[in-house]
């Protein structure tokens, strides 16, 4: 049942990822700049802390669950995540694609 609750999560964080990209017809006249600020905003902003607000159990903080363990796993891969992502847009650069 776990498999299948973390496969949920991932469909929706892949789902919330694609469909950031929805208004870009409506903000055309905007810089890239103002898009990418705003953008940024939600999603490094906004979105975790209602995300935490969910995934925190009532009663329970967020240095409560750093003393359970798991958290330097979870920054070590989130750092992996932004070199990754950094890389990839790189690498489309160069290629020409982008």
Do not use: D
Not at 69 to 82: D, E, N, Q, R, T
């Amino acid at each position: 049942m776990e498999i299948l609750i973390g496969l949920l999560i991932i469909a929706i964080g892949s789902f919330c990822q694609s469909s950031s990209y929805v208004p870009i017809k409506k903000v055309e006249e905007w810089s890239w700049e103002s898009f990418w600020l705003i953008q940024g905003v939600f999603a490094w902003l906004v979105f975790p802390f209602l995300g935490s607000l969910l995934g925190v159990p009532q009663g329970g903080s967020l240095p409560g669950l750093w003393g359970a363990g798991g958290a330097g796993m979870s920054i070590f891969y989130g750092i992996l995540w932004g070199v990754g992502g950094l890389t990839f847009g790189l690498s489309m650069r160069y290629l020409g694609v982008a």
